[in-house]
Structures are given as structure tokens and as C-alpha cells.
């Protein structure tokens, strides 16, 4: 059983960055591939980011490339996502999810069998 904890959202102005901190349970989180959702009101859940067991690899949704970054500390069982540049229609629920499946880095949320309980992110413009 993995359990996984977001932490970091908020409410901050349009141009602004927040880092978003994601803390795992379980032993063996540095085999897990990572990833970052967001689910924005009356939209479904979107993929924002993932990345590898090894921190090696990271793949991006069109929409934060290069304002958002995916990384990852095994030593602390913990992913992040720093948030750059921030803008009104990146207001969402933002949710971590761990895939115990070491082989990929898919971008589909049924590809990953655990999640956290999300949490806010208001940017206002």
C-alpha cells in the first residue's frame, strides 16, 4: 500500500510560482515512475507531468512546458513540481499519483495505481 500527501498549493497572482511537494509512503518509492494531474472545475482530470524512477527522464503536458518542473528526492520519498509563471487556467486541484510499475512513463491516468487527495492551486489574474 503506497499512500501519497500533496502539499504547497495556495492562492497566488497570475506570473507568480508555487512548488507543490508530494511525500510517499513505502519503501521502495525510488522504483516508482511519478506523476502530476490537475483537474480543473467541470473539466475532467489532465496530465501535467511524470517522471522516472530515477529522476532521468521527465515528460511534460504542451501546456507547462518550460513554465513547470518535475523532480524527485528517494533519499526523502518525495516528488515536487515547481510551478513557474503561473496563469488563471492553471487553477485546478492538483494531484500526485505513483505508478508501481517501473517500465514507462505514460501520461494516462489508469496507468497509475496510487494517489494522493490533492490539493488547491487559485491563481488570480
Known amino acids: 500500500q503506497v499512500q501519497l500527501v500533496e502539499s504547497g498549493g495556495g492562492l497566488v497572482q497570475a506570473g507568480g510560482s508555487l512548488r507543490l511537494s508530494c511525500a510517499a509512503s513505502g519503501r521502495t518509492f525510488s522504483t516508482y515512475t511519478m506523476g502530476w494531474f490537475r483537474q480543473a472545475p467541470g473539466k475532467e482530470r489532465e496530465f501535467v507531468a511524470a517522471i522516472s524512477w530515477s529522476g532521468e527522464s521527465t515528460y511534460y503536458a504542451d501546456s507547462v512546458k518550460g513554465r513547470f518542473t518535475i523532480s524527485r528526492d528517494n533519499a526523502k520519498n518525495a516528488v515536487y513540481l515547481q510551478m513557474n509563471s503561473l496563469k488563471a487556467e492553471d487553477t485546478a486541484v492538483y494531484y500526485c499519483?505513483?505508478?508501481?510499475?517501473?517500465?514507462?512513463?505514460?501520461?494516462?491516468?489508469?496507468?497509475?495505481?496510487?494517489w494522493g487527495q490533492g490539493t488547491q492551486v487559485t491563481v488570480s489574474s
Open positions: 499519483a505513483a505508478r508501481t510499475i517501473r517500465v514507462g512513463i505514460p501520461t494516462v491516468q489508469m496507468a497509475y495505481n496510487y
